[in-house]
């Protein structure tokens, strides 16, 4: 049964001149006099009360500016917050408990940092009544009950010290100035300050002004400032971001220490093996991006990112994905892999200044996917450059021959370009941009067709990110090179691009090499795999490329830390730290697999 119809307007695709009005003009509604849609200040607004929700208007605009949907009955009475008219929907909310860790995963623009800020008293919730918000008093008695109804009253009184670390660290030198060292002895409430900037590795930039620093050094500054300070909630937003896997994993640990002290900890994290060793519970947030967002009940955390893989919440017997997403029972063996050598480089050397990057020579097949692990700063994208030619070796011979052609993805993507991403792709492709093979494999999964007619340089971060991998994959080549794909992609998101890049791999009969963070994105992607070790910022050695299983062994046993396999979903798992799993594999030599 419908209860609720949601109706969503996006100002900035709607073009009302341009279009000619038609989401009015065939709207079914108009001809009984019945305006279900009437225009104010030259843009539409949608009666949901009138609307008949026939979808007619959403087919008909062009520029995919409309969103109508409807809901369960089972979710009236449970909208916490709505923005305005014809705009987002939020309905419940995360359940903090003292002790743990509350993890939230979900899509982009579902609702995760709306949640946090919510929480953290930035936004005052409205119960969905934009036009006449209720007051604390309506809001507790709202969530009476529950334990949301002692937390807002603790909130609205000011007894409840609540600190956000926000998502988007680079926007921080924007509001606060000075040096890292400074800025955290400052804010040093706990007296932990010490102990936290040694896990988090900041003596390196202690002396550095915070507008000099890189996106991994301003997280890490940001956690520590954020963990440093003496409060009752802790809500993080996305830590992991610009990390690499040993940092996210130290990270995760000095959050994690915060339940000693019996805090209140709500984290929103992308990286689901982080996730996972970061969390005790998770809620689980679906919907349709940018119109409603769900928080589901709180689960066990393996239950939990268990069923947000599967896409199917039993306890609500709601669907919120066609297909499960399952990972490889075990790795690819090299008779399995197969194939001719496409590309074989020599030993190299490339130097810089205070930098020496050393690489073994190897090769790579048709039709296979090299994963490239390693720190921050140790040489990856520079082996990258090398093979796309970039770049110039200083010994050895350089890694390509002239009639092997390369697609390079660059780690940091421009926003240079003047026009529509229905124009960047269209030029790039070219006749093959209209076949059917495009738009199935690389057109539709990565859902691009809400964002032709977008100007590149209106993007945000994510939409921005999969433009540039559209791009990389639509020129015909021999080898595509992605530095870091998966960056302000969500889980979904990063999947569905690493099941792309192979598809178009395998389908093409090409080779590709992939630099990522995301142990779990490498492990659905990879074939095999190239480990960088040294000293970041110093020296790095790439080694040669090696068979998944070794190659995450070798990786892992450098990083010190230890992976099962999920027995459901055959997901990597992080092991905690000294757990009996966690011996057990490093006493047997089997950090990644075990047989």
Known sequence: MIGIRVAVIDVDKCKPNRCGK????????????VEAIRFEDGKPVISEILCSGCGICVKKCPFKALSIVNLSDELVGECTHRFGENSFRLFRLPMPSPGNVLGLVGKNGIGKSTSLKILSGKIRLNLGRYDDPPGWQEIIQYFRGSILQTYFERLSRGELRVIHKPQYVDWIPRAVSGEVGELLERVDERGELRRIAEMLDLKAVWN?????????????????????????????????????????????????????????????????????????????????????????HVHGVRNGINIYLDGYIPDEN??????????????????????DEMLRWNDMVKTYEGFRLTVSGGYVRFGEVIGVLGPNGIGKTTFIKLLAGIERPDGGAPPREDEITVSYKPQYISTDYDGTVMDLLRSIARESFTSSWYQSEIMRPLNLDMLLDRNVTDLSGGELQKVAIAACLSREA???LLDEPSAYLDVEERLIVARTIRRVVEGRNVSAFVVEHDIIAQ???????????????????????????????????????????????????????????DRYQKRIGQYYYVS
């Open 22 to 33: 038609v989401c009015f003009r065939f709207c079914p509604m108009v001809r009984t006099n």
């Open 208 to 296: 550095r002004s915070l507008d000099v620093l890189s996106g991994g050094e301003l997280q890490r500054v940001a956690i520590a400032a954020t963990i440093c300070r003496d409060a009752d909630v802790y809500l993080i937003d996305e830590p992991t971001s610009y990390l690499d896997v040993k940092q996210r994993l130290e990270a995760a640990k000095a959050i994690r220490s915060l339940k000693d002290e019996d805090k209140m900890i709500i984290v929103a994290e992308h990286d689901l093996a982080i996730l996972d060793y970061l969390s005790d519970q998770v809620c689980i947030l679906y919907g349709e991006p940018g119109v409603y967002g769900v928080v589901s």
């Open 318 to 339: 709601v669907r919120f994905r066609r297909e499960g997403i399952v990972f490889h029972v075990k790795p690819p063996t090299p008779t399995s892999l197969g194939g």
């Open 478 to 480: 021999s080898l595509y």
């Open 523 to 581: 492990d659905f992607i990879a074939d095999r795999l190239m480990i960088f070790t040294g000293v970041p910022g110093e020296m790095g050695c790439a080694g040669a490329p090696t068979t998944l299983e070794d190659g995450m062994n070798r990786f892992l046993k450098e990083m010190n830390i230890t992976f099962r396999r999920d027995p459901s979903t055959k997901r990597p798992r992080v092991n905690k730290e000294g757990s009996k799993l």
